[in-house]
């Protein structure tokens, strides 16, 4: 219907739908709704049914609002602080405020009662549009004031922007005052939608100063051409005009310059002005770029005015075709099937075919949607059909991605990482990092800040988006170090001469460590990881160490004691004293070279106790039965040795038998004395030429007085026989105890350069008579009266 009111002419309609039969339907109150963005808006309906249906008494079980369906069932929406319900018995508002775009569509009612056929729902619903004010001016009769009027909802208590030849008022009321001038025109906006302005409204007339756009925006694809066209208009005859792009005024350093497009380089060879019947002009702009978007405006001049540039003209987006995504059902790791939609906000009016190309090649399908199969290394666009040249950006699944590792040098223990997962997907993938397939992160830059020899290892990353998944290739990190630990280790760990034995520089560091040994804090000529003994002796025995060094530092082990073991040496026996008298105290004494430190024990021959523990064995008060062989026990860990001595005790007995044969015996060493100083002297005379002057002779052992013809007998021979040492003593008396004690004596040292030798004899004989030794006291007299002592050492053959 129609109405005036006060001059105003303002056009109202209301349209009520009743949907149903049989008592059951949905009625709402209109079935369009316009709502400005940030304003509220309520969709009212109202709906009935019976109270019995087929017998069964009828009653609500639910009631809802929603736009969109899951299969056969509509989803409800949800309500919220910007979406709410006021419902009563028989009638239900849906209230949104804070209008968004997105809220655009068509709103349904729903019912559902306690029967299984009871539920019903309001078509075809109600038509929500969120877009500009679409404001008019409405002047009134008396040309004496305009009025700024809306047809779609108003936000509560809005404010006004007045406009006159297209410059701003500044006014925020929703009328104003207006002079009756042919020559002026007004226009309106909201406060915070300026864009949306109405068209001028003559004052009087239609020959007002005023342009009017063909369009408020323009959509257009990346590529393509667009025309931007106007009407104008002036009282009087217009001098000068064209088109220009505020966002381009700080592009104009002179402020005389003229902002006329046709000047502007960045649009050189792609924009004209087309002008095909008078009071209408055209911008055409070709080869569309992304840049090109902005707010384009259009002026003209007289003598005496020019069209102001508050007014906003028309926006141009400059945009390209998207594949949308939809639905994604992974069948194999090798391909996945996938529902892709071509979109744009730029969709050229008509909405002509759309033509779809896979892997480059043109697909025979013209809908909005292709569903195939994808592969690894697929790629899908799209472009309008006619506009094949402007195709949409490529969609694929993730190429290989390639790590980018920085440093590129080596990687030394203590510095700063960086791992890159550089990705090639469209959409946009989401990336992985993994070290031995275990999961370390999800960003696409994975940072060591201080790395660690412990982080070394084979490291690859992941992308993955909608149409499928790929690996990297690995990228191995070796962390650099100089020598942690260094320390020497043997084996094995008992060391026993004559072995083999190895000691190892156990060391941590990469790259590997040099290594340099020392025994006793001294170089040896050594410079591998282990040193190979493979027949250690006591020599080797000390402290050892290693050093462990690589570019990056060194460092020293600390000491390793080397202790040889081995069993005793062969043992050195004597007896002291030399001259055993019967009753005395014997002291026989073992010495041996042996690690660990061995045990010694004394043994008499064919006797199986031992008779004693340690190095020296003392008899006391020796009698004849001790005569006979003992032997020493030397014993460790490691091996025994031993080695034999005999001892002969003589009693008061065996004197008279061993004085008769003494006298025989005496002639012969006389003899033999007498024919070894005249051999001497014989070659003092005239030396052999294998003699030397002042080479050591056998040292002067046995006689206890020696005599000079004696000492002149005592010659190193070429050849030797066994070496005895006889001591014979005669006293007054006779009858005194003859004893005799037989010892074996230690190797002869003999010249290194005598070819052979034989064992020799030396026979000292010594009288006790006064004028050959001292004469004795009574006391010693008796004490030694007659005794004769023989000692016998007999040297083994060398």
């Not at 149903?20 to 209109?30: A, E, L, R």
């Not at 005669?730 to 052979?756: M, V």
């Amino acid at each position: 219907m129609t109405a005036s009111t006060s001059g105003f002419v303002v056009l109202l309609l209301s349209v009520s739908v009743v949907q149903g039969q049989n008592d059951w339907g949905v009625t709402y109150t209109s079935t369009q709704i316009c709502g400005v963005k940030g304003s509220t808006v309520e969709i009212r309906c109202s709906y009935t049914y019976p109270d019995r249906f087929n017998g069964h008494q009828i009653a609500i079980e639910k009631s809802f609002w929603f736009t969109t369906m899951n299969g056969d069932d509509p989803v409800a929406l949800k309500t919220g602080p910007r979406m709410q319900y006021k419902c009563s018995k028989k009638s239900c508002t849906l209230r949104i405020s804070n209008l968004m775009e997105s809220d655009s569509g068509v709103y349904k009612f729903r019912f559902t009662t306690n029967h299984h056929e009871g539920k019903y729902t309001g078509e075809p619903g109600v038509t929500l549009s969120v877009t500009d004010p679409q404001l008019q001016v409405f002047v009134s009769s008396q040309h004496t004031s305009a009025v700024c009027f809306s047809s779609c909802h108003l936000p509560n208590h809005p404010s006004y922007i007045w406009y006159k030849n297209g410059q701003k008022l500044y006014r925020q009321t929703k009328s104003i005052s207006v002079f009756k001038n042919y020559g002026d025109s007004y226009s309106c906006s909201l406060t915070g939608h300026e864009d949306f302005p109405s068209p001028p409204v003559c004052v009087n007339g239609q020959t007002c100063k005023r342009v009017i756009y063909a369009e408020r925006s323009i959509c257009a694809s990346k590529g393509s051409s667009v025309d931007i066209s106007c009407t104008y208009n002036s009282y009087y005859e217009v001098t000068s005009k064209f088109w220009f792009s505020p966002e381009r005024g700080p592009q104009w350093k002179n402020p005389s310059q003229s902002e006329d497009l046709l000047t502007d380089s960045q649009y050189t060879g792609r924009v004209q002005v087309l002008e095909t019947e008078r009071g209408r002009s055209t911008l055409r702009i070709t080869d569309l770029r992304e840049t090109d978007s902005a707010q384009y405006q259009f002026t003209f001049t007289t003598s005496d005015f020019k069209w102001g540039s508050s007014l906003p003209g028309t926006t141009l987006t400059v945009t390209a075709l998207q594949v949308q995504i939809n639905r994604v059902k992974t069948l194999s790791q090798s391909y996945t099937e996938a529902e892709l939609t071509c979109h744009s906000s730029c969709s050229p009016d008509g909405r002509p075919p759309f033509v779809w190309f896979k892997n480059g090649n043109t697909v025979d399908l013209e809908e909005t949607s292709y569903k195939a199969q994808f592969f690894p290394g697929d790629s899908i666009s799209c472009a309008f059909r006619g506009h094949e040249d402007f195709p949409s950006p490529l969609v694929y699944a993730p190429k290989l991605p390639i790590i980018l590792l920085s440093p590129t040098a080596d990687i030394v223990e203590g510095t700063l990482v960086n791992l890159t997962c550089i990705i090639d997907a469209n959409p946009a993938a989401d990336c992985a990092w993994y070290k031995n397939h275990t999961l370390l992160s999800k960003e696409p830059q994975f940072v060591f800040s201080s790395i660690q020899a412990s982080e070394s290892g084979d490291y690859y990353c992941t992308a993955e988006n909608k149409l499928g998944k790929s690996r990297s290739e690995s990228v191995s990190i070796d962390v650099k170090y100089a020598p942690k630990t260094a320390s020497v280790l043997r084996s094995p760990s008992e060391i026993v001469e004559g072995s083999s034995v190895s000691l190892t520089c156990s060391s941590d560091a990469n790259p590997a460590a040099k290594y340099t040994w020392y025994k006793n804090d001294q170089t040896l000529n050594q410079e591998s990881q282990i040193i190979n003994f493979s027949t250690i002796s006591s020599g080797d025995r000390g402290s050892y160490r290693c050093k462990s060094e690589n570019q990056y530092g060194q460092l020293n082990s600390s000491s390793e004691f080397i202790d040889v073991q081995y069993a005793p040496r062969i043992p050195d026996v004597s007896v002291s004293p030399s001259e055993i008298v019967e009753g005395s105290s014997v002291n026989l004494t073992c010495r041996s070279d042996a690690n660990p430190a061995a045990n010694y024990t004394w043994y008499k021959e064919n006797e199986a106790s031992p008779k004693a523990s340690g190095q020296i064995f003392t008899i006391t008060d020796i009698r004849a039965e001790h005569s006979g062989n003992y032997y020493c026990e030397v014993q460790n860990s490691v091996g025994r040795h031993n080695s034999t001595l005999h001892l002969t005790v003589l009693t008061g007995s065996g004197k008279s038998a061993a004085a008769g044969s003494i006298s025989a015996f005496i002639l012969v060493i006389i003899f033999l004395s007498v024919f070894l100083m005249i051999r001497k002297k014989f070659f003092k005379k005239t030396p052999g030429p294998e003699e030397t002057p002042g080479k050591n002779t056998q040292p002067n052992v046995g006689s206890e007085y020696d005599t000079p013809s004696a000492a002149a007998q005592r010659e190193p021979a070429k050849q030797q026989e066994d070496l005895f040492y006889a001591t014979v003593r005669f006293s007054k008396n006779r009858e005194e105890a003859l004893y005799s004690n037989i010892k074996p004596a230690q190797p002869n040292r003999h010249n290194c350069d005598d070819e052979e030798y034989e064992e020799v004899d030396y026979t000292m004989v010594n009288f006790n008579s006064a004028s050959a030794v001292p004469r004795l006291s009574s006391q010693e007299a008796e004490n030694d009266s007659s005794a004769l002592y023989s000692m016998v050492n007999k040297t083994p053959r060398v």
